[in-house]
C-alpha cells in the first residue's frame, strides 16, 4: 500500500522569501516521488522526480526537494518566492510494482506582493 | 506545451446527455491516464490504458467509459450527466507502463446545467 500526505493545504508566503510545502509519504516499496504544479485553469505540469539517485533533486524554477528515508518525507523548497509561484502544488509518490500512482491533495501557494 | 491535446477545452451540457472527451497522447507515449478534478473531490484518478488495454481502474462511475484506440488516442465517455459531474477532466500520457512522470493536457471542462 502506498500514500501521501501534504501537510498544508494553504501556503502563503511574501515574495523573495523561502518557500517549504511538506509531503510525507508510505510505501510498501521503495518509492518514485514527484512534484508536480498547477497553474489555474492549466494542466499539472512536472516539477521534479526522485527516482533512488541523488536524495536532493533540483527542478524547474529554481524548485528543489530532498528524499529523507528516514523521515519518510519529500519536501519541496524554494529559495526565493516569485509572484509566478502562485499555484497549487501536488506531491505524488509512484509504485511500478504497485503499478500505480498516488496523489496528495495538493497545497495551494499564495504569494504576496 | 506538453504535447498531449485534449478537446474539447469546454463543454457546456444538460443533465442526462452524453458526452465525449478526446485525448491525444504526446508521440510514442503507451500510457494515457484520465483523472477528473473537481473543487469538493480534489483529483481523483479515473482509468489508465496502456497500448489499448485496460491496465488499472480508480473512481471512475459506472455512466463513465473510456477506451484508447489503435492509433492510441482515447476517448472519455460520459453518460447520463447529473449536476456532480461537472469537473475539469485531464488526460495525461507517458511512454511507460507504470510511471509517476506524467504529461498533463490542459484539461476539459464540463459544465452540467
Known amino acids: 500500500a502506498q500514500s501521501v500526505t501534504q501537510l498544508d493545504s494553504h501556503v502563503s508566503v511574501s515574495e523573495g522569501t523561502p518557500v517549504l510545502l511538506r509531503c510525507n509519504y508510505s510505501s510498501s516499496y521503495s518509492p518514485s516521488l514527484f512534484w508536480y504544479v498547477q497553474h489555474p485553469n492549466k494542466g499539472l505540469q512536472l516539477l521534479l522526480k526522485y527516482t533512488s539517485a541523488a536524495t536532493l533533486v533540483k527542478g524547474i524554477n529554481g524548485f528543489e526537494a530532498e528524499f529523507k528515508k528516514s523521515e519518510t518525507s519529500f519536501h519541496l523548497t524554494k529559495p526565493s518566492a516569485h509572484m509566478s509561484d502562485a499555484a497549487e502544488y501536488f506531491c505524488v509518490v509512484s509504485n511500478t510494482n504497485a503499478g500505480k500512482s498516488t496523489f496528495g491533495d495538493g497545497t495551494t501557494l499564495t504569494v504576496k506582493p | 506545451d506538453s504535447g498531449v491535446t485534449q478537446t474539447p477545452k469546454h463543454l457546456i451540457t444538460a443533465t442526462g446527455q452524453r458526452v465525449t472527451l478526446r485525448c491525444s497522447p504526446r508521440s510514442g507515449d503507451l500510457s494515457v491516464y484520465w483523472y477528473q478534478q473537481s473543487l469538493d473531490q480534489g483529483l481523483q484518478f479515473l482509468i489508465q490504458?496502456?497500448?489499448?488495454?485496460?491496465?488499472a481502474k480508480g473512481n471512475i462511475l459506472e455512466r463513465f467509459s473510456a477506451q484508447q484506440f489503435p492509433d492510441l488516442h482515447s476517448e472519455l465517455n460520459l453518460s447520463s450527466l447529473e449536476l456532480g459531474d461537472s469537473a475539469l477532466y485531464f488526460c495525461a500520457s507517458t511512454a511507460h507502463r507504470v510511471s509517476g512522470e506524467l504529461f498533463f493536457g490542459e484539461g476539459s471542462r464540463l459544465t452540467v446545467l
Open positions: 490504458y496502456y497500448n489499448g488495454e485496460e491496465r
